[in-house]
């Protein structure tokens, strides 16, 4: 309970700095491209009935599948790296060509390959996340101490309950750490993505309201974006609170 009110005050306190660096900068600049948050929150209630929940529910659903598929791939993908086989050795340099490759390049290739579908837009933002994921995956379980391993293995682990209590948990802890840097990333390209070939989304409805010189809906949308991202910080926090409990 207590811990629950001290998060609530720290995203208050958090909200609250927003507003007022936003206020300040609105007041500062006095220009009509940048709208008072006031008047921003004040314009939500009305958005309710231009089917902005569609858009961000469609937004919603993209990023959050991206994000399972990435770290479902980042873990087998990561802790198959981190092994001493013939496999690992020719998976290492294999992330290392194509690590610096600009992803973003790819996006056209993508939509003619799937189209402009949902598909095209979680495989395009999986591509980006993975691969951070992976690569934190693999270090994280190099790095698990071999008397960690050795000890359980006394008791009479088998190779099931190794992986169970010792390599799951410290690559779910990369996971989960990465996954909180990679959000950020994955929203940015998520805009990117939704503005080409979307008639749904919050990237769309962000850049229609642009077009339109709408500049409040156009903040009013940015907020929607910015609190489905905090809504996927919560969920990771919660996730890692019931599968990460031996970490306390």
């Known amino acids: 309970m207590?811990?629950?009110i001290t998060a609530l005050v720290?995203?208050?306190v958090g909200a609250a700095l927003?507003?007022?660096v936003w206020q300040i900068a609105h007041l500062a600049l006095s220009v009509n491209v940048l709208p008072s948050p006031f008047v921003v929150l004040r314009a939500l209630p009305a958005l309710l009935g231009q089917d902005i929940f569609t858009h961000a529910y469609h937004s919603f659903y993209r990023i959050g599948m991206a994000l399972l598929f990435s770290m479902l791939i980042g873990l087998i993908v990561g802790i198959a790296a981190a092994g001493k086989g013939v496999f690992a050795k020719v998976l290492t340099p294999f992330l290392y060509f194509t690590y610096p490759i600009p992803r973003v390049a790819l996006l056209p290739a993508v939509m003619l390959i799937f189209g402009l579908t949902d598909a095209a837009k979680i495989i395009m933002i999986t591509i980006i996340v993975v691969?951070?994921?992976?690569?934190?995956?693999?270090?994280?379980?190099?790095?698990?101490?071999?008397?960690?391993?050795?000890t359980l293995t006394c008791y009479g682990a088998g190779r099931v309950q190794v992986f169970l209590y010792i390599t799951l948990p410290w690559a779910l802890g990369g996971i989960l750490s990465t996954a909180r840097i990679s959000l950020?990333?994955?929203?940015?390209?998520?805009?990117?993505v939704e503005a080409y070939g979307a008639r749904r989304g919050m990237g769309f409805f962000i850049l229609d309201a642009w077009m339109r010189l709408n500049y409040v809906q156009?903040?009013?949308?940015?907020?929607v974006l910015s609190m489905a991202g905090f809504a996927l910080f919560v969920l990771i926090d919660i996730i890692e609170g019931v599968f990460m409990k031996w970490k306390g």
């Open 218 to 223: 156009m903040y009013a949308g940015i907020v």
């Open 18 to 20: 927003v507003l007022a």
């Open 131 to 150: 691969y951070p994921i992976i690569v934190v995956v693999r270090d994280s379980v190099k790095d698990i101490p071999k008397q960690t391993y050795n």
């Open 184 to 192: 950020g990333t994955a929203i940015s390209i998520l805009f990117f």
């Open 2 to 4: 207590k811990k629950g």
């Open 10 to 12: 720290n995203f208050s």
